[in-house]
C-alpha cells in the first residue's frame, strides 16, 4: 500500500481506490469524482479522465434512478401521496465537483445535463400524469441548473454560480426567487439586478397572474417562503430554509415592485368560465388578502383599488375563505409574535365534523406553538385522541425544539431534549453530539459526559440497523476533538457495526422527522455531517496515518471502504510539505 522512498503528499494517492474493484454505478461515480478533485491540485491531467469516468457512471445511475422515480410518481398519484423518495442526483454531484476545478469542463457536462433532463422529461411526461405540486418550480433542466449554481454559492464560488444559473434566470418560479434570495446574502448588487429583470418581465407577460406577483413578493419580502394559491383559494407553503428577515431593498426597486405588482392585480377579470389563470378568482382574492397590508404600508394610497378588486370577486371565494383563518394569508407577513394561533382554535373545533379533524387541529397548532417555543404546545398534544398520533406529534415537536436549540447554540436545551424528549435513538445522538460539539471549547468535561451519554443511546440501537453504525461514528467524531483513545475505540465499534449492518454507505448523514395528519404533512430535517465516515476519518489520519490506513481497510462493504480510504487520502494531500511527516518505518 505504500510506496518506497522518499514521502510526498503526491505519493498517499496510492492509497486511493481503484476503479474495476468498484463494482456499484453510484459508488464508482463518487469514488471517481472525489479522486478526481483530490488529484486536481497536483495533477490536474490525471484528474479529468477521472472526473470523465465518474460522469459516464453518474449517467447510469441516474438513468435508472429516473426510471424508478417516474414509476414512484405514478403510484404515489394514484394513491394521493404528497412525498416522494428523494434519490441522489449523482450527475449533478460530479458537475459540482469539476465545475470548481475545470469552467470548461464543467460546462461541457451542463450541456449534456440539460439534454439527458429534456429527454427524461419528455418520458415522463408520456408516461404519468403531470406532477400539479410542482407547477410553481422550475422545470426539469433549469432545476438542475439552478440547484447546482446554488451548491456553489454556499461553497463561495459566486461567479460560477452565476455562470450556470443565469441562462434560467428569466423565467420566475421558486427555484429562481430562492436562488435570488440566496444570491443577495452573497452579493446584493446582483442578486437585485435580477430581480429587476424579473419584474420587467412579469409586467411584459400576458400570462403573468396573481401567483406570479406572490412568487415575487417572496424575494422582497419573505426569503426562501414562496406561497401560492389554487382555484379554490387553498394555499401551498414552500420552506426552502429557515426563515430570514425582509430583505433592505432599494426604496426604487421596492417601489417598483408594487407597482407591477398592482399593474397585474387590478387586470380585468375574465369571465370564470374563461378564466385560465393559476389561481382563478378565489386564488387571486387570497393573494390581495395576503399583499394588502404591504400596500396599505408602503402604498396606501393605492390599497382601496385593491378593496375593489377584492369586493368584485368576493362571491367566487368560498364563505369560509374570506375572513376565516388561514395561515398561508398571515405566515411571513404577519410577524408570528402578532399573531396567536389559539386565538382561533375553538372555531375551528366547532367546524370540525369528527375526533380525526380535531386531532388535526390540534396537532397543526401544537406544532406552530412549538415553533415559537410555546409550552402551550404541549397541552394541545395531550388533547389528541389518537395515541399513535399523540405520540408523533410530540416526537416532532421535541425534534423541532432541539433543532432551535442547536441553531440557538444552547447546548444546555439541546441536552436537555436528548435526554428527556421523546425523540428517536438517532436523534438523541444528534442532540448529544452537537450539544457536546457547542460545549468542547468552554467546557470539556462536560461535552464528554454528552458524548459518553451518546454512545450509550448509540449502543441501543440494534446490531443490524446502519443507524447504529452511523450514531458510533458520530461519536467517534466528536471525540477526535478531545479524547483520541476513545475516538480510535469508538471508530473500530462504528466498523464491526457497520459490517453487520446492509446498506450502510457511510456517507448518508442527515436526520430527519415527519407528520402527517387530515390537513397538514410537515417534514423537518438536518445536516449530520458528523454521521459521515469522512470528516471521521480525516481527522484520525492526521494522529496516525497507518492506523487509520489499516481501519479503513477493514470495512468489509465497498462504499465505507472507499469514503474511509479517500478521507486518509484527502488528510494528506491537505498537508502542506512542512506539515508532512514520513509514517513511522518509512
Do not use: H
Request: proline share 5%; aromatic share 6%; with cysteine.
Amino acid at each position: 500500500m505504500l510506496l518506497s522512498g522518499k514521502w510526498s503528499p503526491s505519493r498517499s494517492c496510492s492509497l486511493l481506490p481503484t476503479t474495476p474493484a468498484v463494482r456499484e454505478q453510484k459508488l464508482r461515480a463518487r469514488v471517481q469524482a472525489r479522486v478526481a478533485d483530490a488529484l486536481w491540485e497536483t495533477d490536474a491531467e490525471k484528474a479529468r479522465p477521472l472526473f470523465r469516468r465518474a460522469w459516464k457512471a453518474a449517467e447510469v445511475e441516474d438513468t435508472e434512478s429516473a426510471r424508478l422515480s417516474a414509476e414512484e410518481f405514478r403510484k404515489r398519484t394514484e394513491t394521493g401521496a404528497f412525498f416522494l423518495t428523494r434519490r441522489p442526483d449523482l450527475r449533478a454531484e460530479v458537475l459540482r465537483l469539476a465545475a470548481k476545478r475545470d469552467r470548461a469542463l464543467g460546462e461541457e457536462f451542463l450541456v449534456k445535463l440539460d439534454e439527458a433532463i429534456s429527454r427524461e422529461a419528455e418520458e415522463i411526461a408520456r408516461n404519468s400524469r403531470p406532477n400539479l405540486n410542482d407547477q410553481f418550480a422550475a422545470p426539469g433542466a433549469a432545476a438542475k441548473r439552478i440547484a447546482l449554481a446554488r451548491r456553489l454559492l454556499e461553497d463561495g464560488d459566486i461567479e460560477r454560480a452565476l455562470q450556470f444559473a443565469g441562462p434560467v434566470l428569466d423565467q420566475i418560479n421558486r427555484d429562481s426567487i430562492n436562488f435570488l434570495s440566496a444570491l443577495r446574502e452573497k452579493n446584493a448588487r446582483a442578486a437585485d439586478l435580477g430581480f429587476a429583470s424579473l419584474l420587467a418581465r412579469a409586467e411584459r407577460d400576458p400570462a403573468s397572474d396573481a401567483n406570479t406577483i406572490s412568487g415575487l413578493s417572496s424575494y422582497a419580502f419573505t426569503p426562501f417562503l414562496y406561497i401560492t394559491f389554487n382555484t379554490e383559494g387553498g394555499g401551498s407553503q414552500f420552506r426552502d430554509r429557515e426563515p430570514a428577515p425582509a430583505p433592505d431593498l432599494p426604496s426604487a426597486i421596492r417601489a417598483e415592485f408594487f407597482r407591477v405588482a398592482l399593474r397585474v392585480l387590478l387586470r380585468p377579470l375574465a369571465p370564470p368560465d374563461q378564466d385560465r389563470t393559476s389561481s382563478g378568482r378565489a386564488g387571486k382574492y387570497m393573494v390581495i388578502r395576503r399583499l394588502l397590508p404591504l400596500f396599505e404600508q408602503y402604498m396606501p394610497e393605492r390599497a382601496p383599488e385593491l378593496r375593489t378588486q377584492m369586493a368584485a370577486m368576493s362571491g367566487d371565494v368560498p364563505e369560509g375563505m374570506r375572513g376565516g383563518e388561514n395561515r398561508a394569508i398571515t405566515n411571513g407577513i404577519v410577524p408570528d409574535a402578532a399573531t396567536d394561533p389559539m386565538d382561533t382554535i375553538q372555531e375551528r373545533l366547532d367546524r370540525a365534523r369528527t375526533s380525526e379533524g380535531r386531532d388535526a387541529i390540534y396537532a397543526d397548532i401544537a406544532v406552530a406553538l412549538a415553533r415559537k417555543g410555546d409550552p402551550r404546545a404541549q397541552d394541545l398534544v395531550d388533547k389528541i385522541e389518537d395515541s399513535d398520533l399523540r405520540k408523533r406529534v410530540r416526537s416532532f415537536i421535541d425534534f423541532q425544539t432541539a433543532q432551535s436549540a442547536i441553531s440557538d447554540k444552547n447546548a444546555l436545551e439541546a441536552a436537555r431534549i436528548a435526554k428527556e424528549g421523546e425523540i428517536t435513538s438517532l436523534q438523541r445522538v444528534w442532540a448529544f453530539t452537537q450539544a457536546a460539539r457547542l460545549l468542547m471549547a468552554s467546557d470539556r468535561s462536560r461535552a464528554l459526559e454528552l458524548l459518553e451519554d451518546a454512545g450509550t443511546e448509540a449502543r441501543r440501537i440494534g446490531s443490524s440497523d446502519p443507524d447504529r453504525a452511523r450514531a458510533l461514528v458520530a461519536v467517534a467524531t466528536g471525540l477526535t476533538q478531545a479524547d483520541r483513545v476513545r475516538a480510535w475505540e469508538t471508530i473500530s465499534e462504528a466498523v464491526k457495526a457497520a459490517n453487520s449492518a446492509e446498506g450502510f454507505t457511510g456517507d448518508d448523514g442527515r436526520v430527519s422527522a415527519q407528520i402527517q395528519t387530515k390537513s397538514m404533512v410537515m417534514a423537518t430535517s438536518a445536516n449530520a455531517e458528523d454521521f459521515n465516515l469522512f470528516g471521521a476519518f480525516r481527522a484520525l489520519a492526521r494522529d496516525d496515518f497507518l492506523r487509520s490506513v489499516e481501519t479503513a481497510k477493514s470495512f468489509t462493504s465497498e462504499a465505507p471502504r472507499a469514503t474511509a480510504t479517500l478521507a486518509v487520502a484527502r488528510s494528506v494531500l491537505e498537508k502542506t510539505p512542512s506539515d508532512v511527516q514520513p509514517p513511522r518505518g518509512q
